[in-house]
T-cell receptor, first 111, second 114 residues
């Protein structure tokens, strides 16, 4: 099955605290993996994508980082959260030129 | 930066009517995809059209692609209240490294009134 596990579903964190969101995928090897952020009522902003273990491309300069320690694991991190990091974070996978499958998302509120 | 731009940003119609959403993009593409998102949930793939295709159908969905105008449209026929959602187009962009990344537009929020 093309399953993406993304957790937690919701998260409330204080400003300045660290962040770690994890995404794991099933059903395929060597997928392309993505982290997107969606502000309320807005489109998806591509944050990071990865074509393989240890290969991370960053789309926008920001307070976040990503890592891919295993083929099917993609982690989004921050050392110190900002209020502007609040949003809906979505992990996705595809195999290139095919449809993408999304996780159910994590709603992060930084207070 | 965003690649695709959908219009309208919001669309409200009555059940049974057709809904048309448009997407424009900036660079050459390998394919264009349409996704649906229910409020607060992940995106679900609807349909993919390749750059050498002009039209594709899937149930009540019809997608067209005009690469000369760098635009695509999604038509939902005989709409239902359950079609209420946000719809996004996405394009596969080839990176400098030769891989492909998926970039989304800002979406159209469709409301189908019963």
């Amino acid at each position: 099955s093309q399953t993406i596990h993304q957790w937690p579903a919701t998260l409330v964190q204080p400003v300045g605290s660290p962040l770690s969101l994890e995404c794991t995928v099933e059903g395929t090897s060597n997928p392309n993996l993505y982290w997107y952020r969606q502000a309320a009522g807005r489109g998806l902003q591509l944050l990071f994508y990865s074509v393989g273990i240890g290969q991370i491309s960053s789309e926008v300069p920001q307070n976040l980082s990503a890592s891919r320690p295993q083929d099917r694991q993609f982690i989004l991190s921050s050392k110190k959260l900002l209020l502007s990091d609040s949003g809906f974070y979505l992990c996705a996978r595809d195999r290139g030129e095919t449809e993408a499958f999304f996780g159910q998302g994590t709603r992060l509120t930084v207070v | 930066s965003q690649q695709g731009e959908e219009d309208p940003q919001a669309l409200s119609i009555q059940e049974g009517e057709n809904a048309t959403m448009n997407c424009s993009y900036k660079t050459s593409i390998n394919n264009l995809q349409w996704y649906r998102q229910n409020s607060g949930r992940g995106l679900v793939h609807l349909i993919l059209i390749r750059s050498n295709e002009r039209e594709k159908h899937s149930g009540r969905l019809r997608v067209t692609l005009d690469t000369s105008k760098k635009s695509s449209s999604l038509l939902i026929t005989a709409s239902r209240a359950a079609d209420t959602a946000s719809y996004f187009c996405a394009t596969g962009l080839i990176t400098q490294g030769g891989s492909e990344k998926l970039v989304f537009g800002k979406g159209t929020k469709l409301t189908v009134n019963p």
